[in-house]
């Protein structure tokens, strides 16, 4: 979100659908009570008039969990170019459950991506993922090579951003958004060195198939040599 964030051509929303997440699934998030009183719960609503509305800008980025899509009336999917960000469970599951200590596979939205991956073939759409680990090996060839397939310019400001908050972060940031406001571009990939947590094992047997199935269609930073 940050990196589109960059582009003069574009208008970033931070998780639109968080409201209406909480709403469906009574999660019990860091800061629910402020994040629903303060955005539209109704997620079918949010996403029509998203859609429906004029942007001053040709480019609308919107940032969406994946498991913040239950219960919607999916034909948006019609109206969007769709890209799924994905991360290797071994490296996503111990930050996740800093936050969620009690975890489960519905949280990491990986089932979620896997149902849109279907949904979005049937439509006959070109799958478009991007793997965190891939991106940060290369960021401004895999970068490229995404803006190529959805048909907008590269743009060299996608790679960096000014350090702190941007206005379009949603109330949740203060919980969640600790790393990325101190960050001032893509850093270099380091894989974690720490032994992942013997608790969290079940777990990640549960998401690597997922996983897997979904990184089959990722760009990969090996095969673009340009925009870096």
Same mark, same amino acid.
């Given at each position: ?75 948006? *999917? ?6 799924? @960000? $994905?991360? +290797?469970?071994? %490296?996503? &599951? ?5 936050? !969620? ?18 949904? *979005? ?6 799958? @478009? $993922?991007? +793997?965190?680990? %891939?991106? &940060? ?5 895999? !970068? ?85």
């Amino acid at each position: 979100m940050y990196s589109f964030g960059q582009r003069n051509d574009a208008r970033i929303i931070d998780e639109p659908l968080y409201g209406h997440y909480l709403r469906v699934s009574g999660a019990d998030h860091p800061g629910r009570d402020e994040v629903m009183s303060t955005m539209d719960t109704d997620g079918d609503r949010v996403m029509e008039k998203l859609l429906d509305r004029q942007h001053d800008r040709p480019i609308l980025f919107m940032k969406q969990m994946a498991h913040h899509l239950v219960g919607l009336d999916f034909s948006f *999917l019609n109206k969007t170019i769709n890209v799924l @960000l $994905i991360r +290797d469970p071994v %490296e996503m &599951l111990p930050s996740l459950t800093i936050q !969620l200590p009690d975890a489960d596979i519905a949280d990491t939205g990986l089932v979620t991506q896997c149902d849109l991956l279907e949904r *979005l073939e049937n439509l006959g759409q070109q799958p @478009l $993922i991007l +793997d965190s680990r %891939e991106l &940060l090996r290369n960021p401004g060839a895999v !970068l490229a090579s995404l803006c190529e397939r959805v048909d907008i310019p590269f743009d060299q400001d996608m790679l960096s951003w000014p350090r702190g908050a941007r206005p379009e972060d949603g109330v949740w940031a203060r919980h969640w958004y600790h790393n990325v406001h101190e960050s001032t571009g893509f850093a270099p990939y380091r894989p974690k060195t720490e032994p992942f947590p013997a608790g969290l094992e079940p777990l990640l047997k549960q998401c690597r198939p997922y996983y897997q199935r979904l990184y089959a269609f990722a760009l990969k930073a090996e095969q673009h040599d340009g925009g870096s």
